[in-house]
Each structure stands twice: as structure tokens, then as C-alpha cells.
């Protein structure tokens, strides 16, 4: 994928959170994670699941200590589709540097078993992966009077207090600030996400003038309208 490209569907993709899309938080490592097939794929196939951790393993070799410590965090594996090596399997390995606050495309050859491409920038922000939504949901519950808040409303709902975020169900989106919000100019540069929570009862609390600042490790409560 042409790093033009990327850009152009990140940039979609803030648009869209802005608009107030929702991300599910789900269980897979991208979109295009698939069973591994009976037969060798083909090219144009999408990724099996042995190639994802393959490539999840080639990609993040020389972050691993900086992922221990949250410091980067692999957010997706994507099937590579540059048309100049459409006859060869590659895999686009999705990574954001919280330390740097950028964004990072490394492209791995599987049949060569090397990164071979290597792209970064920031402003772009990607949907939200699976882990930074429980991330963000476990800082939402740390702080006393906010997740204070959610557990009394779980607590009432399920009619037991609430053990962990993996109790809730979480829809997670990127957030960009907007010029009618206070309280997070952070976010312009940092990766923040807004958080929808539901209840054993169906319910929504109100969350929606919260942001978490996963750069910084802290809640923002928007003001304004």
C-alpha cells in the first residue's frame, strides 16, 4: 500500500470517528484475518492466520522491549496490496509509537521473512486495535470518581460488582479535537480515544464527554459544546 494511500484512508478514518463512527472492539487482528486454507494461498488471498503471527513476529522484532512497556503498541496485521509486487505475499504491520506520538507501516516480505518497507508520519490516526480499547477502558475504570461512576451503574445492572474491563462490552473510536471542545488540546498530536460502554442491561452510561489520553495515561473530560 502506497504510503499516499495510507494517509488518505487515515485521514478518512478521523473524519468518519469524528462523525461518530464506531469501532468495534473485536477479538480479531485486522480485517482480513482468515482461517488458514488446505491450499498454498495465492497473492490476492487474504492473510492465514499463521502468516499474521509471522508477520506480527517479524514486524515487532526489534520493538519488543518497547512494547513490554507500552510504549508501542502493534495494532494491526493487513494483507499488503502494492501493486509492484502483487505476484508476492506481504503484509502491512500497523504500529503506533506512543512515545513519539507517530504512526508506523512496516511491510513484510513472508517469503523472505524481512521487513522490506518502512513508512511513518504523524496527524493520521488509525482506528482504535482491540488492546487500546481495553486499555483505555481499564484507565476509565482506575480513576476514582469516572470509573467510580461505571461501576456503580455495572454493579446495579448485573447485580454484582464489576471484576474487570473484559466484563464490559466496549466500543472504542478515535477522537480529534474539535474547535467547539475544551479540555483536550492534547489530542491533536497525542492518540486519544472516546469510549461507549454497555451494560449487562442494555444500557449506555453517559461517556460521552470523556476522553482518554492513551499517550499520556490520563482522562479528559471535554467542556463545551
Known sequence: MGWGRIVMVLAGAGAMALAGSLFLVSGEQGPQAARSPLRTPSPADPLTGEEISRASEIASATLRRRMTTGQVELLYIERGDDKAAEDRRRADAYIYDYAANRFIVRTVDLAEGRVVAERAGRGAQPPPSRAEGERAAELLLADRARGGRIRAAYARAAGRPLRSASDLGLRALVYTPRPAHRGAG??????????????????????????VDLSAEKILTLEGR
Open 186 to 211: 492534547a489530542c491533536a498530536t497525542h492518540r486519544c480515544v472516546r469510549l461507549l460502554v454497555r451494560l449487562p442491561d442494555a444500557t449506555w452510561p453517559d461517556t460521552t464527554r470523556i476522553v
